[in-house]
């Protein structure tokens, strides 16, 4: 201990000295040991309504009167986060493996566009007009009818020539 400072000190800065005894008794007040605390090289004895900055104290000797140093309880706090952020995980799973689940109970929608049916002629239930194959065959003769029962739609940009052999 250092022989020198502010605050309340008792010390055996001299070997021969016996160490000093501390009452301090405030029946009404507080004993605050504020920044410059309290250093007793003997016992000490605190008496008050209420004492504050008790961790600023030093006793060699026995001490009455001092209040308890509650600590906190970091193994408890670190056990509860553990469980909250197992809790969450789990959560986190369940949520994970119920989407899976929707996305795989979920049916499928497929779109069918039919470009066209080749130059075969189309047979009419309803009297509607059918293509004819012309002489010479191939794709040379296929030609766009606006009011048949096929009908051509597209988002695509046509060349000149695409639209030409549609008939637009």
Do not use: C, H, K, W
Not at 40 to 49: I, R, T
Not at 113 to 130: D, H, K, Q, V
Request: aromatic share 2%; net charge negative; charged share 10%.
């Amino acid at each position: 201990m250092p022989s020198s400072g502010a605050g309340i000190a008792t010390l055996a800065s001299v070997a021969e000295v016996s160490p000093g005894n501390v009452d301090l008794i405030a029946p009404l007040g507080v004993i605050d040991a504020g920044e410059a605390g309290i250093r007793v090289s003997g016992d000490v004895n605190l008496a008050a309504l209420q004492i504050v900055n008790a961790d600023n104290i030093q006793v060699q000797g026995e001490s009455v009167g001092m209040p308890a140093v509650v600590a906190v309880n970091v193994g408890a706090l670190t056990s509860a986060s553990a469980a909250s952020s197992a809790a969450a995980g789990a959560a986190q799973d369940s949520v994970s493996r119920a989407r899976a689940e929707a996305r795989q109970n979920q049916p499928s929608i497929f779109s069918v566009r039919i470009l066209g049916f080749g130059n075969e002629s189309a047979s009419s239930g309803g009297g509607g007009s059918t293509a004819s194959v012309p002489a010479g065959g191939g794709a040379r003769g296929v030609s766009y009818q606006p009011g048949g029962m096929v009908q051509v739609v597209s988002d695509a940009s046509l060349t000149p020539a695409e639209r030409q052999s549609f008939g637009l």
